[in-house]
């Protein structure tokens, strides 16, 4: 893969967070309620940031989960493929909660239906909102971000790369070829 360009650098993707930190607070009239469920693997980096972001704005501490959707994926067709456990890990009810689900890039909408479906699972959220880092477009199913730090056009055949520190040593999103 050749890397095209940076979409964002660190400090972009840091003011990215910290605008959907106060679009969440801003829409929800406050924090009352909210956790947030980070899809695996860097879902789960951008909701603890997005809680640590959120509690320096509120002084509130929000649950934060991580949600594992191996099982729940459409593309797995052989039932022998499908992983037997999932990691998924969420110590708190989310019955009656309004769910915060962030995930690192929205592409055709199949992530985060998977997502839904593994969230029914546990349990009857009051609501379901979504926030991603990159929405690049090219939906196939009729799923929309409510929380978005950035629009990327893209081409099929491009990709969409987020580096967080906790898994890649360094911040900042990428677009290859």
Known sequence: MRIKTEIMDEKALDRALTRISHEIIERNKG???????????????????????????????????????????????????????????????????????????????????????AIVEIGRPLSIQLAVLVDRGHRELPIRADYVGKNVPTSRSEMVIVNVKEEDERDGVLLGE
Do not use: Q, W
Request: hydrophobic residues 40%; glycine residues 8%; proline residues 2%.
């Open 31 to 117: 924090v009352e309620g909210l956790v947030l469920l980070g899809i695996k693997t860097r879902g789960v980096f951008l909701a603890k940031r997005l809680c640590e972001k959120i509690r320096n704005i509120e002084g509130n501490i929000l649950p934060v989960g991580i949600l594992d959707i191996s099982r729940h994926r459409d593309d797995i067709h052989d039932k022998r493929d499908m992983p037997r456990e999932s990691s998924t890990d969420i110590c708190f009810d989310i019955n009656g909660k309004k769910v915060i689900l962030v995930d690192d890039v929205l592409y055709t909408g199949r992530t985060v239906r998977a997502a839904m479906d």
